[in-house]
C-alpha cells in the first residue's frame, strides 16, 4: 500500500445499522493484516469521574503504540464523539475523553501503523472534529444485505449441508434485510 506512494488513513469511520457487520470487518481486517486488534466500546471510556475516561483513552493509545503495527477498534462511538454544541452543558467527562482522543489521534504518525476503527448507526450525531481530515475522515457505509447478497451468504454458511438451491432462495427471500442477528 505505501509503496505505490498511499498513505494508511489514521481512522477510518465504519458507518450502518446495527448487526450489518461493522466489528466483524474489523476483526476480519485485523485477522488479514495479521496485527494485534484492541476493541473497546465507547461507553467503557465514559466515568462518572472527570478525567478517567481520557486516562483509559491515553493507556488504550499508549497500549497501541508499543504493539504496532494494530488497529484500535472503538465500537459505539457515539458515546464519546456525540456532537457538542455551545448551548448545552453536556457531561464535561464525556467532552474530556473526546478531547483526548482528538489528541491522541493528532498524536500518531503514520509511521506508527495504528489505524482507529470507529463504529457509529448514525454519522451525522458525531462532532465534526472527529470526522476532518486526518481523523475520521474516510467512511465505509454499511447496510442490511438484499435477497441476492443473502443468498449468497446462505450458499457460502451451508455449503456443508446438502440442500436444494430452491429452498436457499426461499431462505435468501423470507430474510433480505435481516441481520445475522435476527436471522440466528
Not at 2 to 9: N, Q, R, S
Not at 28 to 41: K, T
Not at 88 to 112: A, C, I, K, P, Y
Request: some cysteine; hydrophobic content about 40%.
Amino acid at each position: 500500500f505505501t509503496a505505490v506512494g498511499a498513505k494508511i488513513p489514521k481512522g477510518v469511520m465504519l458507518v450502518g445499522p446495527p448487526g450489518t457487520g461493522k466489528t466483524l470487518l474489523a476483526e476480519a481486517i485485523a485477522g488479514e493484516a495479521g496485527v494485534p486488534f484492541f476493541s473497546i466500546s465507547g461507553s467503557e471510556f465514559v466515568e462518572m469521574f472527570v478525567g478517567v475516561g481520557a486516562s483509559r483513552v491515553r493507556d488504550l493509545f499508549k497500549k497501541a503504540k508499543e504493539n504496532s503495527p494494530c488497529i484500535i477498534f472503538i465500537d459505539e462511538i457515539d458515546a464519546v464523539g456525540k456532537k457538542r454544541t455551545s448551548s448545552e452543558h453536556d457531561n464535561s467527562e464525556r467532552d474530556t475523553t473526546l478531547n483526548q482522543l482528538l489528541v491522541e489521534m493528532d498524536g500518531f504518525n503514520e509511521d506508527e501503523n495504528i489505524i482507529v476503527f470507529g463504529a457509529t448507526n448514525i454519522v451525522k450525531n458525531l462532532d465534526p472534529a472527529l470526522l476532518r481530515s486526518g481523523r475520521f475522515d474516510k467512511k465505509v457505509y454499511f447496510d442490511l444485505p438484499n435477497k441476492e447478497e443473502r443468498i449468497k451468504m446462505f450458499e457460502l454458511y451451508l455449503e456443508s449441508i446438502n440442500l436444494e438451491s430452491d429452498f436457499i432462495n426461499e431462505l435468501g427471500n423470507l430474510t433480505s434485510n435481516l441481520t445475522g442477528a435476527d436471522i440466528a
